[in-house]
């Protein structure tokens, strides 16, 4: 999953995702619970 992540495959199909973000912790992504979702909605 990482190669195919971080080189590609093929090669040089990476993840796009990798060239807008910068990670600031150990995690790469930050994924909200279904909780903090739902505060946002305002329902």
Do not use: Q
């Amino acid at each position: 999953m990482l190669t195919n992540m971080f080189i590609g495959s093929p090669v040089g199909n990476y993840d796009r995702i990798l060239d807008f973000s910068t990670a600031k912790t150990g995690s790469l992504y930050f994924v909200p619970t279904f909780n903090l979702i739902d505060d946002f909605s305002g329902d």
